[in-house]
């Protein structure tokens, strides 16, 4: 069964330029979470999706946003990027909204802004 | 800002001994998490620890949640090469206005054989 998928796996992107990051979830998971990881940091929560809906949402700026699509893939929209956006940002998904179920991670996109 | 401290940041150990790391915050949490995490891969999930009090065994591997389920342990007996990675707890909350999930700062172990 193929786990969390995420694309691209590596972007180099300009400062200013924007990006779109995509995450498929295991199949049958309907809630999908977005985390940036700093390097040497832990993951910081930035949104989770539930059956389309937003369920929750971390201390990020306005140029974050995201989506979740009717086949509950979802995607990562991040605008006018800066150099303190690059980061590993990882996609997790879960069978349930509630936060007591467990969550599987992809294997990340690396973004580098330049 | 980081609601969940870890400690210790680093540990380097010989094969066989034990450990424990430790998982602190002021605040109360739904429940927590533990995962594990290697270069260039996501976290993997070791364990979810809902009420407080409780204690997971996993092999080697002992994880409690405390009483007032604000902080959390992690400890491994016998130590092998395999454990070495980025250990990460995760504080869940449910709140009012959605979820929240908070990671600690990292335990980087490494075990020499």
């Known amino acids: 069964d193929a786990g969390v998928t995420q694309s691209p796996t590596h972007l180099i992107k300009t400062r200013g330029q924007h990006v779109t990051l995509r995450c498929s979830p295991i199949?049958?998971?309907?809630?999908v979470s977005w985390y940036q990881q700093v390097l040497g940091q832990g993951p910081q929560f930035i949104f989770q999706y539930y059956e389309k809906e937003e369920r929750g949402r971390g201390n990020f700026p306005d140029r974050f946003s995201a989506r979740q699509f009717p086949n509950y893939s979802s995607e990562l929209n991040v605008n006018a990027l800066l150099l303190g956006d690059s980061a590993l940002y990882l996609c997790a998904s879960s069978s349930s909204w509630h936060p007591n179920y467990g969550y599987t991670f992809g294997s990340g996109t690396r973004l580098t802004v330049v | 800002t980081q609601l969940l401290e870890q400690s210790p940041q680093f540990l380097s150990i010989q094969e066989g001994e034990n450990l424990t790391v430790y998982c602190n915050s002021s605040?109360?949490?739904?429940?927590l998490q533990w995962y594990r995490q290697e270069p260039g891969e996501g976290p993997v999930l070791l364990v979810t620890?809902?009420?407080?009090?409780e204690v997971k065994k996993l092999k080697r591997l002992t994880f409690q949640f405390g009483d007032a389920r604000k902080d959390s342990s992690l400890h491994i007996t016998a130590a092998q090469p395999g454990d070495t990675g980025l250990y990460l707890c995760a504080g869940l909350s449910l709140t009012d206005t959605g979820n929240q999930f908070y990671f600690g700062t990292g335990t980087s172990l490494t075990v020499i054989p």
């Open positions: 199949s049958g998971h309907k809630s």
């Open positions: 620890v809902v009420t407080g009090g």
């Open positions: 605040s109360v949490f739904s429940s």
